[in-house]
């Protein structure tokens, strides 16, 4: 199994920056894909951004791309979103999420979130 804990997140004006990070634990040589999706209040959970762990291909939602870069240290089996130019409308609970390979087929975990909060 995987577990996974973030980190950082908080408050920040508009036009500021934050950065998040996410450590596996567990069996994270399993992992193929790593990502950070957001769920703002009365909303569904949407995907942020993407990254696989062979190649490093990454993928970003169209609102954040430009102002968001995800990043993985494979050494360290983390996975960090530098979030720039952040938007009240970026304000949302982040989870980590990793899909990872087992004897019984693919599964996904998520971390606990971590909310971020972008005034105006």
């Known amino acids: 199994q995987v577990q996974l804990v973030e980190s950082g997140g908080g408050l920040v004006q508009a036009g500021g920056s934050l950065r998040l990070s996410c450590a596996a634990s567990g069996n994270p040589f399993s992992i193929n894909v790593m990502g950070w999706y957001r769920q703002a209040p009365?909303?569904?959970?949407?995907?942020?951004?993407?990254?696989?762990?062979?190649?490093?291909?990454?993928?970003?939602?169209?609102?954040?791309?430009g102002r968001f870069t995800i990043s993985r240290d494979n050494a360290k089996n983390t996975v960090d979103l530098q979030m720039n130019s952040l938007k009240p409308e970026d304000t949302a609970v982040y989870y980590c999420n990793a899909v990872y390979q087992t004897t019984f087929g693919a599964r996904t975990t998520w971390g606990q979130g971590t909310q971020v909060t972008v005034s105006s």
């Open 42 to 65: 009365g909303k569904e959970r949407e995907l942020v951004a993407t990254i696989t762990r062979v190649v490093s291909s990454t993928n970003y939602a169209d609102s954040v791309k």
